[in-house]
């Protein structure tokens, strides 16, 4: 069982898009939501009310500031939850055989009843991926929502992760990435989608696709004409702004 | 990452246990090993004992340490299930030994050696256990086991050392044996400490995947609080604090040790005063060993902590 899998007939997993996300972190709550009732309930809390909560998470959003001489500074909205790697090295260091990759599609999960609570996998995942959850004595992880996505009492076009469903901005997309011929991997190919630290040799299935390039021509030429024309006034600003939006 | 009392206290006592067995197996090659029946008992009471507790003791970490046998099963793939499956296999010659050598026959040799091979396997699986583990740069490289080799060996080697003061006795070689073990541990320590200066090729330009033509800085984490990721990864220990830390191993489980086997002679006339003194030396050199495992740990960064303002590891 520790043993990853020899192929995978699927590789199913997320695709994040960083342009988009706007960082409401309405994914990481529906996560919290739907799995505290879902395969790995309760994802405990523990003093949720107090000075110092904390909890069982599967998905969180993290913000970066990314710097360049073209696009100037910008926000990026980072969120990260499993990757459900190829080569997972939470699977094998697990000592009992708790932690799986399953061959049908990919999705690495933790069987409850058999994880001793070691938390040896934890330290072997570099993206943080896995939560311990103090009151259950177990570790629990994103099942990229295993009991949703293949749910036949939820109408078909709800049967995508919880993060994905409820993402309003559409930064997340779900699929096979091991099939050339899907959508999210043209999507992927596209936009140059790529792994986090691919150094980790851990094979990530989910991909983050970078922020496009800003088209920074016209308010550089705008500055350029306001700075360079003494006689600057409202009206030639103005006649600026009708020629752009033309 | 996390110093988890009972991991520091069960590496640092089973260590020291398999040690002694392994230093026995070495004076038994080039001496003879037949003492009289209290040291005997001692040193059986006392490997036995350090090796027992060590174990149970690393269980307690565990969140169902009632589930702890399975974790003998995945051998194939997992260095701590390794571990788990060394250390038991270990006590089968241990026991025959601890037996034959009480009784005083002949052939309890060849359990000691058999015990001594499964007691460097049992540590070698521990080492590689965090030697394995990519994510931590301070562990991934190959210091880690030899480190916890000639440790265990080293404090093993002066345990035996202080019990034949104290039974006033001598062994062949035992002398050269435990000062060479105890400079090589020092030696080995302090190039561990160079090299983990050195950084990892993870940064926060890999872990998010942007920093090839822009400048990534962190500016803000998913929440105010802390989680399970930061008490059990990311964790921090003053430059200072842990210099005068380093200096406190390399006096009490090295330098001291050393000094005390060499000045013996011109420090200590009364019999007494020596027993004390070198049963003082044991309990401040294991006590520098729980300092040396408990740097390891807390200096130990996790690529994680690039998710939560670290630029480099």
Redesign the interface.
């Known amino acids: 069982m520790t043993s990853l899998p020899a192929k995978q007939n699927k590789k199913l997993g997320l695709v994040i898009d960083l342009d988009i996300c706007v960082g409401c972190h309405a994914c990481a709550v529906n996560c919290k939501e739907w799995n505290t009732s879902g395969h790995s309930s309760p994802l405990h809390d523990i003093d949720p009310y107090g000075d110092d909560p904390t909890g069982v998470w599967f998905n969180r959003i993290h913000t970066f500031e990314v710097e360049s001489e073209i696009n100037g500074s910008k926000t990026v909205h980072f969120p990260k939850s499993c990757l459900h790697c190829s080569d997972a090295p939470c699977v094998t260091v697990c000592p009992t055989g708790a932690s799986y990759k399953r061959e049908e599609d990919g999705i690495v999960l933790v069987n409850p009843e058999t994880c001793i609570g070691c938390k040896l996998c934890s330290w072997s995942c570099p993206y943080g991926a896995r939560e311990y959850d103090e009151e259950a004595g177990i570790m629990k992880k994103c099942t990229l929502c295993v009991d949703k996505i293949y749910n036949e009492n939820i109408p078909e076009s709800d049967r995508v992760p919880a993060c994905v469903s409820t993402c309003p901005a559409g930064a997340r997309s779900f699929g096979d990435l091991g099939d050339e011929n899907s959508n999210i991997f043209k999507l992927v190919e596209e936009r140059n989608g790529y792994d986090l630290m691919p150094e980790q040799d851990c094979l990530p299935t989910n991909k983050y696709l970078p922020p496009r390039e800003k088209n920074n021509q016209f308010k550089n030429d705008a500055l350029n004409s306001i700075t360079n024309d003494n006689d600057f006034s409202f009206d030639t600003w103005k006649e600026i702004i009708e020629d752009a939006s033309k | ?1 996390h110093p988890s009392k009972s991991i520091i206290f069960f590496t640092v006592m089973s260590g020291t246990g398999y040690g002694i067995i392994i230093c026995l197996s070495f004076l038994a090659l080039i001496a003879e090993i037949n003492f009289n029946y209290g040291f005997k008992l001692s040193l059986i009471l006392i490997s036995f004992l350090f090796i027992t507790l060590g174990l149970l003791s690393s269980t307690l ?5 009632e ?2 046998w ?5 051998w ?6 390794r571990e ?1 499956l060394a250390a038991i296999l270990t006590y089968i010659p241990l026991m025959i030994f601890y037996l034959l050598w009480f009784l005083e026959m002949d052939i309890f040799k060849y359990f000691l050696y058999s015990a001594s091979i499964l007691s460097v396997i049992t540590i070698y699986c521990t080492g590689q ?1 965090y030697a ?5 740069p301070a562990w991934h490289n190959v210091y880690v086991t030899p480190i916890y080799l000639i440790n265990g060996l080293s404090i093993g080697s002066l345990s035996i050392y202080c019990l034949t003061r104290f039974y006033e006795s001598e062994i062949q070689h035992l002398y050269q044996f435990t000062l060479l073990s105890l400079a090589l541990c020092l030696l080995l320590k302090i190039t561990y400490w160079f090299h983990i200066r050195t950084k990892s ?2 940064s ?1 330009n ?5 920093g090839k ?11 105010t ?5 930061t ?3 990311i964790n921090k220990i003053k430059k200072e604090k842990a210099n005068f830390l380093r200096l406190c191993f390399i006096i009490l489980s090295c330098v001291l040790p050393m000094y005390m086997i060499v000045q013996e002679a011109t420090l200590i006339i009364d019999a007494f005063i020596l027993k004390l003194s070198f049963f003082i030396t044991l309990v401040f050199a294991l006590i520098g060993m729980l300092i040396e495992r408990y740097l390891f740990f807390i200096q130990a960064k ?3 902590s690039l ?2 303002g670290e630029n480099k590891v």
């Open positions: 990452m970490h565990l969140g169902h340490p589930r702890a399975r974790s003998f099963s995945q194939r793939s997992s260095w701590l299930s788990g256990m394995s583990l990519k994510t931590v090729t993870s926060i890999t872990a998010i995947g942007l033509d822009n400048k990534v800085s962190f500016f803000e984490g998913p929440h609080g802390k989680n399970f990721l008490t059990e990864m996790h690529v994680v998710y939560y």
